[in-house]
């Protein structure tokens, strides 16, 4: 029996010691080797000035094209939009840059029905997981995730939770300095062709009489003398209650509102939500004229 608990108890210490190995192994990786994500960019990006950075969801992802804003103005650019963010996630970047001491001219952030919307994005909260040593990194996951002791204290248990998305097949591209699929140092993802099948869209009927995220982020802003600039992106002409901008406009005064940009040009959307790569240049080079005529 003794012989027994010895060896259980050996088997026991070598998966825990394996846990720590890995733990700190997986992190040194997507710590130190190319990023593989938005947010593990952002942390490649310490001290750098940036004129424009664009946040939000896929309606920026899909919609801004930095090279051309570059292009058209003169000046550096950004896309962080990452894939079903809310406003709580960009938020959350911004706090990020401003710890990255990432300098900006403007940051400009995507806001249209997800102003009615609260929570954060699962894949932003993943993205976080390698970066939990941080402190602010920890402290915005601990508001986030009930797990969060967890996470942070028992080893490679994070990486094993997500694994689906900061899994080994992440890592060993980081460790190998594999370039992800989009360029990061730009952050564009376009969209190609048009689906008929899913061409419809609809605005919320109502809006919230307040949003606190928003709150926060002129807040947070202006104790860090940040400028940000609200923006809607273009949604296709077959939008219900597509008067909510309006609505918008009058919660959010100087909103960039660019809702109705192509209400006559579907052949520029991938769907009624989303503009295709020909669209979000034809977006990007009006966005970019626009902020040259400020």
């Known amino acids: 029996m003794k012989k027994f608990l010895y060896h259980i108890s050996i088997l026991v210490l070598s998966g825990i010691i394996m846990l720590f190995i890995l733990d700190k192994l997986y992190t040194y990786l997507y710590t130190n080797g190319t990023p593989r994500n938005k947010v593990s960019h952002i942390f490649s990006i310490k001290n750098k000035e940036i004129d424009y950075i664009f946040i939000g969801s896929s309606r920026v992802d899909n ?4 090279k ?3 292009k ?3 000046e550096t650019a950004l896309n962080l939009g990452i894939q079903g963010a809310k406003l ?3 938020y959350l970047l911004l706090q990020l840059l401003n710890e990255q001491e ?5 940051i400009f952030i995507q806001v249209d029905y997800n102003y009615n919307i609260n929570g954060n994005s699962k894949f932003l909260t993943t993205a976080l997981m390698p970066h939990l040593k941080n402190k602010l990194v920890s402290e915005l996951v601990k508001e986030r995730h009930p797990d969060f002791f967890y996470l942070k204290n028992i080893p490679f248990y994070r990486y094993m939770i997500y694994d689906y998305k900061i899994g080994f097949r992440e890592v060993f591209n980081a460790a190998i300095n594999n370039e992800p699929t989009i360029d990061l140092n730009s952050g564009y993802y376009p969209l190609t062709g048009h689906r008929e099948d899913n ?3 609809s605005l919320p009927s109502t809006i919230l009489d307040e949003n606190q995220i928003i709150k926060k982020i002129d807040s947070f802003a202006k104790r860090n003398n940040m400028n940000i600039q609200y923006f809607t992106a273009p949604f296709c002409a077959n939008t219900k209650n597509i008067d909510y901008t309006n609505k918008l406009q009058d919660k959010i005064p100087g909103l960039m509102d660019f809702s109705r940009l192509f209400s006559d ?3 520029f959307f991938f769907n009624c939500a989303h503009l295709n790569d020909k669209g979000a240049k034809e ?3 009006t966005f970019a004229q626009s902020i040259k005529s400020d």
Do not use: Q
Request: net charge negative.
């Open 63 to 66: 919609h801004i094209d930095p």
């Open 68 to 70: 051309i804003i570059e």
């Open 72 to 74: 058209l103005t003169g």
């Open 88 to 90: 709580n996630d960009s």
């Open 102 to 106: 990432v300098k900006t001219e403007t």
């Open 199 to 201: 061409f419809n869209a």
């Open 265 to 267: 040009k579907d052949e």
């Open 283 to 285: 977006f990007s080079r």
